[in-house]
């Protein structure tokens, strides 16, 4: 195959500049354009050319027509406010943002592959639902929450395009919870905070995808554009109860009825972060997927299994603390 | 040994089990079946094998050692002590292998209960569980019956209900699982339904709410089941590989292998109620 132009959004992101780094390294990758409206954290590898733009507004037409890459990367889907990326803006940045970005995707002639960065949250958090989506059971999950919403609508919009444009590879990555010791989500937040409020009664399966996974999950989508969704997360699943064992951290047990509001005075206090809904409902049912897809037709493996990914993490944590009892 | 050196030694286990515990450092399958919580209530199911319902099981022979199978049994009462009997019917009878057990979905939505249920190896009742578990070569318990079983009153106990959509058989041809069918009597009488709290199951998002005579006089005693007197009994497996995984997709192929376990399930049970010889015998 011959060396590819790639086009990155949310290159400013915490995951997107790394993302970045790593694309400019492979061999296949002639160049990377990076697009976002935050100047990017620090100074961009050789072979990156950033561009500084709003997906929400009409003015990326001209700029993809003067790239013109061969595979568009949208990874500026945001699930938590962020620096630069405020609350209020999550659900145009989402869903505003692909269809800007989409429409000036159908004027590429020489694109061959759009590769999303979709969320596992889409499958929801419920106490009856099956121990690991595959991908087809999304259609079946309700759509509870807004980032649900969310996800289930930019997935639509992708399915769209992937309909009218059948020559262009839409690969939509479903990443459970993404967890390392460089991220800032609320559930770091919460593995970092002193206690971790949890559901008296309750012990949910996790799942995550360390960060460099993640990463090598969308990197490996460029390389390998498969059509459809397809989920990401680390081999295997581990109860709260455990992960909160390994990490060191002690549980918060509250009943159900209380866990609303005893949640958000400690957020209030700073005790602990301010949780959203798929969050808490993920702290309450869980959620596991199927990987079959992501080994067989993705080929990808990721490096840690979800128990290695929590090990990794608590390392780094327990190194922290170390570090801030001595000084 | 039962001296001072014996009671340190196992006093140092108990603490380093315990440690580990607290550091997290015990096995976890993905399902979240726990080996180490499920050893722990071996002592109180010992018991209630032995002492409380008397259990006598036959023909553990027909019970796969290895390699995926399904067994299928009727079912009663609103716990799954019928699947635990079941399983420690097996476990007596030499097979060791951990069975896993389709239980109801709504009761994963339960504290406590939930939880215990899983880390002793439940999971809920979704063919996508059950068709992974088969995958995987696990023994999987299925109670076809569903709430129907568990929701029978006291005159219809023993009378297996319909066999909702015949999933089981639709999982077991498409694995290639045998089915052995397996007749529990006894667990219809632990908790004998006299009448139903509609309401109070709508407002709690249980599909049904007994009164039974300690139900809910007794409050939470009266989750103490009935001291009966039981018997397990499992039958030859039933191989369907003649039929091919195509059959898998004829729904009348299904419906008629579906009652036909159904028949020969009704029919062990009915064996097995004159042997006993009495319930609280």
């Given amino acids: ?327 | 040994m039962i001296g001072p050196l014996g009671l340190l030694r196992d006093l140092g286990r108990a603490l380093d089990a315990a440690g580990r515990r607290l550091r997290g450092d015990y096995e976890e399958d993905e399902w979240g079946y726990d080996p180490t919580f499920a050893a722990a209530a071996e002592p109180l199911l010992s018991f209630l094998y032995d002492r409380w319902w008397r259990v006598t099981a036959t023909g553990t022979e027909h019970v796969p050692r290895d390699g995926r199978a399904l067994l299928v049994a009727n079912h009663a009462g609103v716990l799954p002590w019928d699947a635990a009997m079941m399983a420690t019917a097996l476990r007596r009878g030499g097979i060791v292998r951990d069975p896993r057990f389709l239980v109801l979905d709504w009761a994963f939505g339960l504290p406590w209960a939930s939880v215990a249920i899983r880390r002793n190896g439940g999971v809920p009742a979704s063919p996508y569980n059950a068709l992974r578990l088969l995958e995987q070569d696990h023994l999987v318990m299925v109670f076809p019956e569903g709430a129907k079983g568990v929701g029978k009153p006291w005159s219809e106990r023993y009378r297996l209900q319909r066999f909702g959509r015949g999933g089981f058989v639709e999982l077991a041809l498409r694995t290639g699982a045998p089915i052995v069918p397996c007749a529990i009597v006894g667990s219809e009488e632990i908790y004998p339904k006299l009448g139903e709290l509609p309401g109070v199951a709508k407002l709690l998002g249980a599909p049904y709410m007994p009164i039974t005579p300690t139900f809910p006089l007794l409050g939470p005693f009266g989750a103490i089941p009935l001291p009966s007197r039981w018997r397990i009994a499992f039958g030859p497996p039933i191989d369907l590989a003649g039929l091919g995984s195509g059959a898998a997709e004829d729904r009348a192929t299904v419906l008629e292998v579906a009652e036909d376990v159904r028949a020969r399930i009704q029919g062990m049970v009915y064996d097995n109620l004159i042997e006993r010889q009495g319930a609280f015998r």
């Fill in chain 1, 1 to 327: 195959m011959p060396p590819r132009r790639v086009l990155l959004t949310g290159v400013s992101g915490p995951l997107g500049a790394r993302l970045a780094a790593r694309l400019a390294a492979d061999p296949g990758v002639e160049h990377v354009i990076g697009i976002d409206t935050r100047r990017p954290p620090g100074a961009l590898a050789e072979r990156i050319t950033f561009v500084q733009a709003d997906l929400r507004r009409g003015e990326l037409g001209p700029i993809l027509k003067l790239a013109s890459p061969h595979v568009v990367v949208h990874h500026d889907i945001v699930q938590f406010p962020e620096p630069g990326r405020s609350a209020r803006s999550l659900h145009d940045l989402n869903v505003v943002g692909t269809l800007q970005l989409l429409a000036a995707c159908g004027e590429l002639p020489g694109l061959r592959a759009v590769v999303v960065r979709g969320s596992a949250s889409i499958y929801g958090s419920q106490p009856d639902a099956p121990a690991f989506f595959t991908e087809d059971l999304a259609r079946s999950a309700t759509l509870r929450t807004r980032f649900q919403r969310d996800v289930g609508e930019l997935e639509r919009l992708v399915e769209a395009f992937a309909r009218r444009h059948p020559a262009v590879a839409c690969t939509v990555l479903r990443l459970q919870p993404v967890i390392g010791a460089r991220v800032d989500t609320p559930i770091m937040r919460l593995f970092r905070s002193a206690v971790v409020p949890t559901f008296l009664g309750f012990d949910p399966r996790l799942q995550f995808v360390l960060d460099e996974d993640a990463v090598g999950a969308v990197a490996a989508a460029v390389g390998n554009p498969v059509r459809g969704a397809v989920n990401v997360a680390g081999e295997g699943t581990v109860s709260l109860a455990r992960t909160l064992r390994r990490l060191g951290k002690r549980a918060l047990p509250i009943a159900a009825p209380l866990y609303a509001p005893a949640v958000g005075a400690l957020a209030r206090t700073g005790v602990v972060p301010p949780l959203n809904d798929d969050v808490v409902r993920y702290l309450r049912h869980g959620r596991g997927v199927d990987t079959t897809r992501m080994r067989r037709d993705l080929r990808f493996a990721p490096t840690h299994t979800t128990a290695q990914a929590i090990d990794a993490v608590a390392a780094k944590i327990r190194a922290e603390d170390h570090a801030e009892a001595a000084a």
